[in-house]
């Protein structure tokens, strides 16, 4: 039995709110004070200005990364449509397959995205590995009707997975910050 499971219904939707919120902060607290101590960094920081989606950036992007960033914006609004909608009923199967479909090729398409590490893989890839790893196992969860185990792996996928990375998606010089910030 874990903590959330002891908790009232609505509070543990707003302790993992509370996590989704603190996971990311925390994280853009630690990494801040080394983007800000290099020059670039602070430049790129006190250069933005929101704009519309530079087309033409989007026309020079690898394949690769225009299949990662495709299906990634489709997996983040089918999964906000699972969020909020009622579970277990025909059309969450439903749309939860083409989570599962979408999530799961943004995940192997990250695998061939090496710009922040050129060549290497970097810490974002750890997400990826665990996706890779829980994706089955949520499914395998659904099948047996183990409900609870279903719910932990896929809203942590979901919030913590989404939380994580748009945190390193919107960081200067990145392509989503490029294309709508830069």
């Given at each position: 039995?874990?903590?959330?499971?002891?908790?009232?219904?609505?509070?543990?939707?707003?302790?993992?709110?509370?996590?989704?919120?603190?996971?990311?902060?925390?994280?853009?607290?630690?990494?801040?004070?080394?983007?800000?101590?290099?020059?670039?960094?602070?430049?790129?920081?006190?250069?933005?200005?929101?704009?519309?989606?530079?087309?033409?950036?989007?026309?020079?992007?690898?394949?690769?990364?225009?299949?990662?960033?495709?299906?990634?914006?489709?997996?983040?609004?089918?999964?906000?449509?699972?969020?909020?909608?009622?579970?277990?009923?025909?059309?969450?199967?439903?749309?939860?397959?083409?989570?599962?479909?979408?999530?799961?090729?943004?995940?192997?398409?990250?695998?061939?995205?090496?710009?922040?590490?050129?060549?290497?893989?970097?810490?974002?890839?750890?997400?990826?590995?665990?996706v890779i790893i829980a994706l089955p196992l949520?499914?395998?969860?659904?099948?047996?009707?183990?409900?609870?185990?279903?719910?932990?792996?896929?809203?942590?996928?979901?919030?913590?997975?989404?939380?994580?990375?748009?945190?390193?998606?919107?960081?200067?010089?990145?392509?989503?910050?490029?294309?709508?910030?830069?």
């Open positions: 039995m874990t903590f959330l499971s002891q908790l009232p219904r609505p509070s543990r939707k707003l302790a993992l709110g509370l996590a989704v919120l603190a996971g990311p902060l925390v994280l853009a607290g630690a990494l801040l004070p080394a983007y800000l101590a290099d020059p670039e960094g602070v430049r790129a920081l006190l250069a933005v200005r929101l704009h519309g989606p530079d087309l033409e950036r989007l026309g020079q992007t690898s394949p690769v990364i225009l299949v990662h960033l495709g299906f990634g914006v489709l997996a983040l609004a089918v999964g906000a449509i699972l969020m909020a909608g009622r579970k277990g009923a025909r059309m969450h199967r439903i749309l939860g397959w083409g989570w599962v479909l979408a999530v799961g090729i943004v995940a192997i398409t990250s695998l061939f995205i090496r710009v922040v590490n050129p060549g290497h893989f970097s810490l974002i890839h750890i997400l990826s590995g665990y949520a499914v395998a969860a659904a099948r047996r009707h183990d409900v609870e185990r279903h719910r932990r792996y896929m809203t942590g996928m979901f919030y913590g997975g989404f939380a994580v990375n748009l945190l390193f998606v919107l960081l200067p010089g990145r392509l989503v910050w490029n294309l709508f910030l830069g």
